[in-house]
């Protein structure tokens, strides 16, 4: 088995994809990188499988540069999220192919194939052609197929994308076990925070040709390098604020229109230093509404999400989205109180760069 490593990987067409990205995943680490569709996310899977070839940069398997390898050499696994599947063959023969390569006798074909049939739960299709079986299921066929291997390098893209929300959670739960993927290093690619902040040991955001930060999912989420990876996260996204400062003595406000926030001590000595507009950003679940002592504001919308609502609330001219409590009873009109934790705040320079303030 192996660690992965990229060094400066580059690629582009009529424009660029990739610029000089670095990525280095330890063996039996579990890597997501998280990014928008388009960013570049499966052609860097496919330049670390070799089926593109990089203008630049080296990929090492093992410290082994494979950069050169041909990709049946390589010894990388990777799930297609088009699938990929032989329309010709059975998903027993598709999820089989890997292991036949490898003159694996019938019964131990048999034996493996099953086991990850049963997993993935198509084991009752194993006889059916990729032509009579749906999506999802053709989704799990292709990952089935990929899971059966013994490769160096696992390679997944958004192998979960087209499966049912239940099978989703069960088989993100499973990822967690599965001493397959635990035996070797494992890039996973989503567009999904919570697949990226449930799954990875670590989580990197790809934007603008390059990865812009690396970091536990907790620090990801609640220490943002950027705008860029702050809006990457949460569902709702981020609530983002065009601020300037204000106050005197020990008091610094930050001011969103009509909207006086105070920022808590900790922040005040990077913050102090700002001249001009700056960016605050508050989580919704770092909010709470219908609270005596919160500002005064208007609820726009409510949408009750069954275990917790979304409350979009107007306060003096700006619009929050704040995670409310499942028994919330809120309609538009309705006047609330909303509680925002200033410790929680997170703030962002007019590039939309981290300020370092948030400790």
């Known amino acids: 088995m192996a660690k992965l490593r990229a060094a400066k990987l580059c690629k582009g067409w009529d424009f660029p994809v990739l610029d000089e990205v670095e990525l280095d995943i330890a063996e039996g680490e579990f890597f997501v990188l998280i990014g928008p569709s ?5 052609t860097l899977l496919r330049l670390l499988a070799g089926l ?7 990929v090492f398997f093992d410290d082994i540069d494979v950069t050169s390898v041909p990709p ?36 131990q074909i048999k034996e493996q194939v099953e086991k990850i049939a049963k997993l993935l739960r198509i084991d009752d299709l194993l006889e059916r052609r990729p032509g009579e079986i749906s999506g999802g299921q053709k989704q799990r066929t292709a990952l089935g197929r990929t899971l059966v291997a013994t490769p160096q390098i696992f390679l997944l893209d958004e192998p979960l994308s087209h499966l049912d929300a239940r099978i ?49 999912p907790e620090e990801v989420f609640r220490n943002p390098a950027s705008v860029t990876v702050a809006k990457q996260f949460g569902q709702p996204g981020i609530n983002l604020l065009e601020v300037e400062f204000g106050g005197q003595d020990d008091e610094l406000v930050a001011r969103a229109g009509q909207l006086e926030l105070l920022v808590a001590a900790k922040h005040r000595p990077s ?51 704040v995670i409310a409590a499942a028994e919330t009873l809120a309609k538009p009109g309705d006047q609330v109180r909303v509680q925002i934790d200033k410790e929680a705040f997170m703030w962002f320079d007019g590039a939309g760069n981290a300020l370092g303030a948030k400790l």
């Open 168 to 216: 989703r959670i069960e088989l993100r739960e499973q990822f967690h076990t599965l001493a397959e993927l635990r035996r070797t290093a494992t890039l996973y690619v989503t567009h999904d925070y919570a697949e990226a902040l449930s799954l990875g040991d670590r989580v990197g955001v790809l934007s603008d040709g390059d990865i812009i930060q690396i970091g536990t």
């Open 52 to 58: 593109e070839t990089p203008d630049a940069g080296k």
């Open 271 to 321: 913050l102090a230093k700002i001249n001009g507009a700056a960016q605050l950003g508050i989580r919704p679940q770092d909010m709470r509404i219908d609270v005596p002592d919160g500002i005064e504001g208007r609820v726009v919308a409510f949408q009750s999400l069954g275990s917790y609502g979304v409350c979009s609330v107007n306060c003096a001219g700006v619009q929050l989205q």
């Open 72 to 107: 049946y050499r390589r010894g990388a696994a990777m799930t297609f999220e088009s699938y990929a599947l032989y329309p010709q063959l059975s998903v027993f023969e598709n999820i089989a192919s890997p292991l036949r390569a490898r003159n694996l006798s019938f019964d």
């Open 38 to 42: 388009g960013a570049g996310k499966t």
